[in-house]
């Protein structure tokens, strides 16, 4: 199941970020492409790049926290990755739950 997410989360954040991947997508790979992109966005100045994070949901603490830290740009792509990650699972989720769920009783 977690590599149907992964693949799910690649091809959310090629939709989103314009990543190009390979056709065999790793972790790392999608990392390495996404801290690509977040590096330039960060180089475009930061009223864009706030207002990225703030529609993505990335949590202004955890945000904040890797600001100080040495790696800015790759500690960035991986909340990135894990808030997509997140949220690919929470739809499944639901989606499983909702699946179980008596016909009759749903609106």
Known sequence: MEDQVIKEAAVALQ???GLQL??????EE????LTIKVTRLIDQGPETFFQL???????????NGVMQEEYVAENI?????????????????????NEEVDPELKW
Not at 22 to 27: G, W
Not at 30 to 33: A, H
């Open 22 to 27: 390979p056709d065999i997508i790793s972790e």
């Open 15 to 17: 939709n989103d970020w």
């Open 77 to 97: 792509a991986r909340l990135i990755y894990d808030r997509q990650f997140q949220k690919i699972q929470s739809r499944q989720l639901f989606k499983t739950m």
């Open 53 to 63: 994070m703030y529609r993505l949901d990335i949590s202004e603490k955890k945000l």
């Open 30 to 33: 999608i990392l390495k492409q």
